[in-house]
């Protein structure tokens, strides 16, 4: 409860900002990167996840297909943490356990579950950086340049060609950021958040990449 009535106190990126200072303080090694004593803890990991959730659903029904996937996967890596919280409080020990039994690749596998959470993080920070770096781009123009470096290359044409349909769906720019603006903040603070949370969030997603990368996983794709 009291994670959450903080939460109501500022903007969905304001509380990122906040969770992901404390998760990159958490995950070692920081420098030159050993895949086999990587640590990235489960639950600080989700919590990022929920709110950059939140932040897509600002862009309304459009993310609704990309909404319902990490929500589903954040429960999949939920589940597996609390049925085995001393083993899988750390996700590169999940990837080691999937990856030794041949099951990363096979259904709805946690190490899917993983990727997919990390790539939509990907679509996030690519879309936040296009506004605000370019704040007169029309706000569909941005989704789909972002959706096209980040996640295009890796659906099957059926999530393809849902996204083009609800493409049509976004808000204005304007609208997006109000949704954005926590109460009493004012655009250039919002702007500045955004930047924090970007160089926050691009050498974390690096350093996950490069885990995914160790287990064979970067290159996974949907049907």
């Known amino acids: 409860m009291k994670r959450r009535r903080e939460m109501e106190k500022g903007s969905e990126i304001r509380c990122a900002i906040e969770e992901l200072s404390m998760l990159i303080k958490l995950i070692k090694p920081k420098d030159n990167l050993d895949h086999d004593s990587a640590y990235v803890p489960t639950t600080p990991f989700l919590h990022v996840c929920n709110l950059l959730l939140q932040v897509l659903d600002k862009i309304g029904p459009t993310m609704l297909v990309l909404r319902q996937d990490i929500h589903q996967n ?70 789909e340049d972002s959706y096209n470096v980040t996640l295009k290359p890796w659906h099957g044409w059926i999530s393809s060609a849902a996204f083009r349909v609800a493409l049509k769906l976004v808000p204005d720019n304007v609208t997006f950021m109000n949704f954005l603006l926590a109460k009493d903040e004012t655009y250039d603070t919002l702007k500045e958040e955004i930047q924090t949370l970007i160089s926050l969030l691009e050498p974390f997603l690096e350093d996950i990449h490069s885990i995914l990368r160790s287990y064979g996983l970067d290159t996974l794709k949907s049907m």
């Open 74 to 143: 954040i429960q999949r890596l939920e589940k597996l943490c609390e049925c085995d919280p001393c083993v899988y409080s750390n996700l590169v020990e999940m990837l080691k356990k999937e990856g030794s039994e041949g099951n990363a690749r096979k259904g709805p596998s946690c190490s899917k579950a993983f990727v997919w959470l990390t790539r939509s993080m990907d679509f996030t920070v690519a879309l936040l950086e296009r506004l605000s770096k370019d704040p007169g781009q029309k706000m569909e123009e941005a989704v």
